[in-house]
Nanobody, 129 residues
Framework: QLQLVESGGGLVQPGGSLRLSCAASGFTLDDYAIGWFRQAPGKEREGVSCISSSGATTNYADSVKGRFTISRDNAKNTVFLQMNSLKPEDTAIYYC??????????????????????WGKGTLVTVSS
């Protein structure tokens, strides 16, 4: 069974940090670009960041640029999202998703949720004092 499982969410004070993990089971992430998305209460889901299957390309939403860093460890079949300088407006459920992109697209990634093949169930991040 193909699964993506997010972890690492929780309650953090403004200015704090969290590291989210997205672990795959039942398939290897080597051929997949990975996107992180979030959905705040009463808002539409939005793309936060993505990383290509090669790891060579990363993209970020303007709202998180300079504060969040996406990375991957294919040996561990896991993708990470390091979130620093967190703000109350970062409060949301964070989802990871996998987009199968084979050669010659190994250096591409997208934050369009319609392109994703597999989704995790999400992890809640709450930024509050």
């Amino acid at each position: 069974q193909l699964q993506l499982v997010e972890s690492g969410g929780g309650l953090v004070q403004p200015g704090g940090s969290l590291r989210l993990s997205c672990a795959a089971s039942g398939f290897t992430l080597d051929d997949y670009a990975i996107g992180w998305f979030r959905q705040a209460p009463g808002k539409e889901r939005e793309g936060v960041s993505c990383i290509s299957s090669s790891g060579a390309t990363t993209n970020y939403a303007d709202s998180v640029k300079g504060r969040f860093t996406i990375s991957r460890d294919n040996a561990k079949n896991t993708v990470f999202l390091q979130m620093n300088s967190l703000k109350p407006e970062d409060t949301a459920i964070y989802y990871c998703a996998a987009d199968r992109l084979l050669w010659p697209f190994q250096n591409m990634c997208t934050m369009k949720d319609g392109a994703m093949d597999h989704w995790g169930k999400g992890t809640l991040v709450t930024v509050s004092s």
